[in-house]
């Protein structure tokens, strides 16, 4: 008799004051994004309504140093909270992303692959590698730098 009251008061409870398990993560749409002294921020569309219209200004963690991403309006992600604090939400792992950008600041190799690559913001021209040819020219020096396969 006593567990079924006390279930009956915690259902009550949790609908009254919409319980939010803040160590689980939750999915949902991205419907703003902007970028503040090179951080990126969403404001996302919860799928579950304890949230209202949503979380704005929610900080964009990618889960790589030195990356900057570009999220469009419609991308899903999933939305957790720094060590449980509801007021501190973070996105995290994205459905798509139109557009990564990277710095690099260590002594390290890097390979990317992709189907395009631009090597700067506005970058126009294009990239030879060591052994392509140009028109009837075989590139035979390049970079100690760069280096493909």
Do not use: C
């Amino acid at each position: 008799m006593i567990d079924r009251i006390r279930e009956k008061v915690i259902g009550i409870l949790r609908d009254e004051f919409a319980f939010v398990d803040t160590y689980a993560m939750y999915p949902g749409v991205v419907y703003g994004y902007r970028r503040v002294d090179k951080v990126d921020y969403v404001d996302v569309r919860l799928d579950d309504q304890r949230f209202g219209r949503g979380i704005a200004e929610i900080p964009v963690r990618p889960g790589v140093a030195g990356v900057l991403m570009e999220v469009p309006t419609g991308a899903r992600v999933l939305i957790g909270f720094t060590n449980g604090r509801r007021s501190e939400p973070v996105a995290h792992l994205w459905e798509r992303v139109v557009t990564l950008k990277i710095k690099i600041e260590a002594d390290t190799e890097v390979t990317i692959e992709a189907d395009a690559i631009k090597l700067g913001e506005s970058a126009t021209k294009g990239v030879a590698r060591l052994g392509d040819t140009a028109g009837p020219y075989l590139i035979t020096s390049a970079s100690s730098k760069v280096s493909a396969e």
